[in-house]
């Protein structure tokens, strides 16, 4: 049966492995990120991406707004080029997909909040198009989501910006958690774990720092992870410092800066590098969806990184400060 497996994956995956294996040499290197740092404008950044993948896109990119369009059209393009060519699992390509799904919906709701137009905060990453959310034409298990953030998540009528980003935090990974077992692949399954334990993380910061009652922590928790409430309760009766170094001893956190848990600026760069450092092994399978899995995160982390170095130097980011936030992809 294994045998009949490794000749069945090697027919179905080989070509895509076989870009991966010349696509991961394109991927940037460290130098890149040193150049980038060392970098005194940010036309001095865009001259050090123009021979990289990254440089048509940042061609006419001059402000903040320009480089978010330009790095999610770069990451449209690994979606709809390579991503939906590999021959996945649908669970797979969705898995992804579905992230960007929730960061839409979360966009909509932000907007209506701030009254603003909810075009400025979609994408085009997701299963459906960004119109599809300003219509409010979603399929059933998203509009079945809205419906139950819009009542978790708000306060007497009217949503809650405070609330917002925990409550579609716990419906975003409970999907995800949903699909990583119907994909059946024990790496979209271990990103999931990370995801939902970093998730849990970032929600018991941001309740420490809002010194809400332990109670909110229950409410806030998503599925999928390894840390549980009482953990988590434990845990709000130490200092915060000491509360996320002993966090980072667990396995699904193990090599992740405690520092960078308390820092928003670092936090999602942070967290999207600790899941491609645990997709590692799957890079090393020969065939298979795995090291495509790991390509796609390993170039999310790219997107991340890039979106912090170069709106960073726009924004007039100290090169040290700077420093510190790229030393989570090391």
Aim: hydrophobic share 45%; proline share 4%.
């Amino acid at each position: 049966m294994a045998r009949y497996r490794t000749i069945r994956d090697a027919i179905r995956f080989g070509y895509a492995v076989g870009r991966v294996r010349v696509l991961e040499t394109r991927l940037l290197k460290r130098s890149h990120y040193e150049r980038l740092l060392d970098a005194r404008t940010f036309e001095d950044q865009r001259r050090v991406l123009s021979e990289t993948v990254y440089g048509s896109y940042l061609d006419h990119a001059r402000t903040a707004d320009d480089v978010e369009i330009a790095l999610d059209r770069a990451l449209a393009d690994l979606y709809n080029d390579f991503l939906e060519t590999a021959n996945l699992p649908d669970e797979i390509v969705m898995y992804f997909r579905r992230m960007h799904d929730f960061e839409n919906l979360r966009g909509r709701l932000k907007a209506e909040v701030l009254d603003i137009p909810a075009k400025e905060l979609l994408n085009d990453l997701g299963s459906i198009p960004a119109e599809r959310f300003i219509s409010g034409d979603l399929p059933p298990e998203l509009a079945a989501a809205e419906s139950r953030i819009r009542s978790r998540a708000s306060r007497s009528g009217e949503l809650s910006a405070d609330a917002l980003d925990a409550v579609v935090d716990v419906e975003r990974f409970t999907a995800l958690d949903l699909i990583s077992h119907e994909s059946k692949n024990s790496h979209v399954r271990q990103m999931a774990t990370v995801g939902a334990d970093l998730a849990n993380v970032k929600a018991f910061v941001r309740i420490r720092r809002m010194d809400r009652p332990l109670a909110d922590i229950g409410r806030h928790v998503v599925p999928g992870g390894t840390i549980s409430v009482q953990e988590l309760t434990a845990l709000s009766r130490v200092p915060l410092e000491e509360a996320l170094k002993r966090l980072v001893m667990r396995p699904s956190l193990a090599g992740i800066d405690p520092e960078a848990l308390a820092d928003p600026a670092r936090f999602d760069v942070a967290a999207d590098a600790l899941i491609s450092r645990h997709l590692h092994r799957a890079r090393m399978i020969a065939v298979g969806p795995e090291p495509v899995v790991a390509y796609v995160m390993q170039r999310k982390v790219e997107v991340a990184m890039l979106r912090t170095l170069l709106i960073g130097k726009i924004a007039g980011v100290e090169r040290d400060v700077l420093r510190v936030r790229m030393r989570d992809v090391a």
